[in-house]
């Protein structure tokens, strides 16, 4: 059968080919409306994925337009736009179904499968022909019980003929419905495939189902009974083994294209900033969501949910109306950033903070405040959890360990308070990050509060939004200094050597690189959270690569330590003039040296 997928995101589009063409569809893609439309009118397909945000001709005008020119074929509308009134539109618009990215690809093969099925003359996924048996769901071929060999084609061939028993096929109409256009290949390639096709049916013991209707084509010849379609020779392929095919098809397209989603997502940060310094700027705006909506419809698949969530929360705020708003923009570049982790997540080892989502206790009687932080952070992708009195905040505490507590120091109980269970907290190994909320503004609490250790301390009243962020931003630091990640560039290995002896024991992982000129490439490639430069290298020197990170917008915040031998007054102040944060001579003592590079990490982000 033949699909024709018009999708103008590369990544999504090759993914979608190579899944479809593992369950032996033909496919042609079209990256804009107009090439989908000339297609469409073009050659025969059994369906059309497509996507609705197109170039040139949007997907909804391209499915009237097919309507309108008694196009029949079934039309599946696959898109990041998930609002009831944007599937009333499409379905109206004469789509047959609407499937929102990021998909499921096993569920989207079965929606796939249930429209083909509409208009052929099959009511199941099972087909037999004498002693040969079709699996529609697992794309194979049974003969005696064994699965046959075929090739894609010789498969597709089989396949077609089964679906449509009565119909004769010319040879060029087979080409058409079961060859790439691209492919032109000549009448003579049709009637190979069939030769070998009988070929193999004979050696597994099944009669040749094809008949040659001379002058004609070919067609299913029939079978000494009629062609059934109950209860299968043979389990059908179990579920597990698809998505493991499309989870290996997925991970070879994402290595392709990860550098590409790495420029869209500085290019998305890049007009985000532009538009925070100056947000009367329509143009400026749109591609922005434009670009927010392809990742939020493309991450998903590519197993970064967390990601196309982000990309989501990019694209309604770039809706809203409150893109002028201060108070917005911290939790847009904290948007920005857990955007900017995703993509760099290795895909074979679990998420940060051990892959599950954060958890968040509200220790507040505030009964309307704590449901409208539970419903917002859920949007946020936190677990949320609420406890009205002390007693359920400490059995939370033992079952769930949270990440953050948000504590009203107001809430008490018989012989206990917040500041007695502020107290509990700051002794707990490991600790938990605790933000104050309290009405009452006293001096002496907010002391009492700091020498224990909470973090953060909110005056009441505040609104959910404005606490949501200093909860998103102590999350952050938490994620950011569990765990770090240091470039060092020096030619002489030994520092790189002494420093990952130094740094190993608090969590700190040391990327060494001792040549300069493969600064550039290695700084993408493992992205890190804090540079260290040697002043003096052979090729670029440390000031030389200091201002090239400074002048990169992606680059430019990111925290730089210069680690020399030399001590003279020219060399320090040349090193800041280029940008750096820190200078350290490198005879210092290993302690100093120790406490100046995770005190440079933990302010890295601030």
């Given at each position: 059968?033949?699909?024709?997928?018009?999708?103008d995101?590369?990544p999504?589009g090759?993914?979608?080919?190579?899944i479809?063409k593992?369950?032996?569809?033909t496919?042609?893609?079209a990256?804009?409306?107009?090439?989908?439309?000339?297609?469409?009118?073009?050659f025969?397909y059994?369906?059309?994925l497509?996507d609705?945000?197109?170039?040139?001709?949007d997907?909804?005008?391209l499915c009237r337009t097919?309507?309108?020119?008694?196009?029949?074929?079934?039309?599946l509308l696959?898109?990041?736009k998930?609002?009831?009134?944007?599937r009333?539109?499409?379905?109206?618009?004469g789509?047959?179904?609407?499937?929102?990215?990021?998909?499921?690809?096993?569920e989207l093969?079965?929606?796939?499968?249930?429209?083909?099925?509409?208009?052929t003359p099959?009511?199941?996924?099972?087909?037999?022909?004498?002693n040969l048996?079709?699996?529609?769901?697992?794309?194979?071929?049974i003969?005696?019980g064994?699965v046959?060999?075929?090739?894609?084609?010789?498969?597709c061939?089989?396949?077609?003929?089964?679906?449509?028993?009565?119909?004769i096929?010319?040879?060029?109409?087979l080409l058409d419905?079961?060859?790439?256009f691209a492919?032109?290949?000549?009448?003579?390639t049709?009637?190979?495939?069939?030769?070998?096709l009988r070929?193999?049916?004979?050696a597994a013991?099944?009669?040749?189902?094809v008949?040659?209707?001379?002058?004609l084509?070919?067609?299913?010849q029939?079978?000494s009974?009629?062609?059934?379609?109950?209860?299968?020779?043979?389990e059908?392929e179990?579920?597990q083994?698809?998505?493991q095919?499309a989870k290996?098809?997925?991970?070879k397209?994402w290595?392709?294209?990860?550098?590409r989603f790495?420029?869209?997502?500085?290019?998305?940060?890049?007009l985000?900033?532009?538009?925070?310094?100056s947000?009367?700027?329509p143009?400026i705006?749109?591609?922005?969501?434009?670009?927010?909506?392809?990742?939020?419809?493309s991450?998903?698949l590519f197993d970064r949910?967390?990601?196309?969530?982000r990309?989501?929360?990019?694209?309604?705020?770039?809706q809203?109306e409150?893109l002028?708003?201060?108070?917005?923009?911290?939790?847009?570049?904290?948007?920005?950033?857990?955007?900017?982790?995703?993509l760099d997540?290795?895909?074979?080892?679990?998420?940060?903070?051990?892959?599950?989502?954060?958890?968040?206790?509200?220790v507040d009687?505030?009964?309307?405040?704590?449901?409208?932080l539970?419903?917002?952070?859920?949007v946020?992708?936190?677990r949320?959890?609420?406890?009205?009195?002390?007693?359920?905040?400490?059995?939370t505490i033992?079952e769930?360990?949270?990440?953050?507590i948000?504590?009203?120091?107001?809430?008490a109980?018989p012989?206990?308070?917040?500041?007695t269970?502020?107290?509990e907290?700051?002794?707990?190994k490991?600790?938990?990050s605790v933000?104050v909320?309290?009405?009452?503004?006293?001096?002496?609490?907010?002391v009492?509060?700091?020498?224990?250790?909470?973090?953060?301390?909110l005056?009441k009243?505040?609104?959910a939004?404005?606490i949501l962020?200093a909860i998103?931003a102590?999350l952050s630091?938490n994620?950011?200094?569990s765990?770090g990640?240091?470039?060092?560039?020096?030619?002489d290995?030994l520092?790189?050597?002494r420093l990952s002896?130094l740094?190993?024991?608090?969590?700190?992982d040391v990327i060494?690189l001792d040549?300069p000129?493969k600064?550039w490439?290695?700084?993408?490639?493992c992205?890190?959270d804090?540079?260290?430069?040697d002043?003096?290298?052979?090729?670029?020197?440390?000031?030389?690569?200091?201002?090239v990170?400074?002048q990169d917008?992606?680059?430019h915040?990111?925290?730089?330590l210069f680690?020399s031998?030399?001590?003279?007054?020219?060399?320090i102040?040349?090193?800041?003039?280029?940008?750096a944060?820190?200078?350290?001579?490198?005879d210092?003592?290993?302690?100093?040296?120790?406490?100046?590079?995770?005190?440079r990490?933990s302010r890295?982000?601030n």
């Amino acid at each position: 059968m033949k699909i024709l997928v018009v999708e103008d995101d590369l990544p999504t589009g090759s993914a979608l080919a190579e899944i479809l063409k593992e369950h032996h569809y033909t496919v042609n893609v079209a990256t804009d409306g107009r090439g989908g439309l000339e297609l469409a009118e073009a050659f025969d397909y059994d369906l059309i994925l497509l996507d609705i945000i197109l170039p040139k001709l949007d997907g909804i005008s391209l499915c009237r337009t097919l309507r309108s020119r008694g196009c029949q074929c079934p039309i599946l509308l696959l898109t990041a736009k998930d609002s009831s009134s944007d599937r009333v539109l499409g379905l109206d618009a004469g789509a047959d179904d609407y499937v929102v990215k990021p998909f499921d690809p096993p569920e989207l093969m079965a929606r796939i499968r249930a429209l083909l099925r509409r208009n052929t003359p099959a009511t199941t996924s099972i087909l037999h022909w004498e002693n040969l048996t079709c699996d529609l769901a697992g794309s194979k071929m049974i003969c005696n019980g064994e699965v046959l060999h075929l090739t894609p084609k010789e498969y597709c061939l089989l396949e077609l003929f089964l679906l449509n028993p009565r119909q004769i096929f010319s040879k060029r109409a087979l080409l058409d419905r079961l060859w790439d256009f691209a492919e032109a290949p000549g009448e003579w390639t049709v009637s190979t495939h069939i030769k070998c096709l009988r070929q193999k049916l004979k050696a597994a013991g099944a009669n040749n189902p094809v008949e040659t209707v001379h002058g004609l084509g070919y067609r299913l010849q029939p079978p000494s009974y009629d062609i059934q379609t109950e209860a299968p020779v043979s389990e059908p392929e179990p579920p597990q083994n698809n998505e493991q095919k499309a989870k290996a098809i997925t991970d070879k397209i994402w290595r392709q294209y990860r550098d590409r989603f790495l420029r869209q997502a500085a290019e998305l940060e890049h007009l985000i900033e532009a538009l925070i310094a100056s947000p009367e700027r329509p143009q400026i705006r749109r591609q922005a969501e434009l670009l927010a909506h392809k990742l939020a419809g493309s991450l998903g698949l590519f197993d970064r949910p967390a990601g196309s969530d982000r990309a989501r929360n990019l694209e309604n705020w770039l809706q809203s109306e409150d893109l002028a708003d201060p108070g917005r923009w911290r939790q847009v570049r904290h948007w920005i950033e857990q955007l900017h982790r995703e993509l760099d997540r290795d895909p074979h080892r679990p998420s940060p903070a051990d892959g599950r989502s954060p958890v968040i206790l509200i220790v507040d009687r505030d009964r309307v405040l704590a449901e409208q932080l539970q419903a917002e952070g859920t949007v946020s992708g936190w677990r949320v959890e609420v406890a009205p009195d002390l007693n359920v905040a400490h059995q939370t505490i033992a079952e769930l360990s949270p990440d953050v507590i948000l504590l009203d120091l107001g809430i008490a109980a018989p012989g206990e308070d917040g500041m007695t269970l502020l107290r509990e907290l700051c002794d707990r190994k490991p600790p938990i990050s605790v933000l104050v909320l309290t009405s009452r503004d006293s001096l002496t609490e907010r002391v009492e509060a700091t020498r224990l250790g909470g973090c953060t301390f909110l005056h009441k009243p505040l609104s959910a939004r404005q606490i949501l962020e200093a909860i998103g931003a102590v999350l952050s630091q938490n994620l950011h200094s569990s765990r770090g990640r240091v470039l060092v560039v020096d030619d002489d290995p030994l520092t790189a050597t002494r420093l990952s002896g130094l740094l190993r024991p608090h969590n700190i992982d040391v990327i060494a690189l001792d040549v300069p000129q493969k600064f550039w490439e290695t700084l993408n490639r493992c992205q890190p959270d804090l540079l260290i430069l040697d002043l003096e290298m052979p090729g670029y020197s440390g000031s030389d690569l200091c201002r090239v990170v400074r002048q990169d917008f992606r680059w430019h915040g990111l925290p730089i330590l210069f680690l020399s031998a030399h001590r003279e007054l020219d060399s320090i102040n040349g090193a800041f003039a280029a940008g750096a944060d820190d200078y350290i001579a490198k005879d210092v003592e290993e302690a100093e040296l120790t406490g100046r590079i995770i005190h440079r990490l933990s302010r890295g982000n601030n």
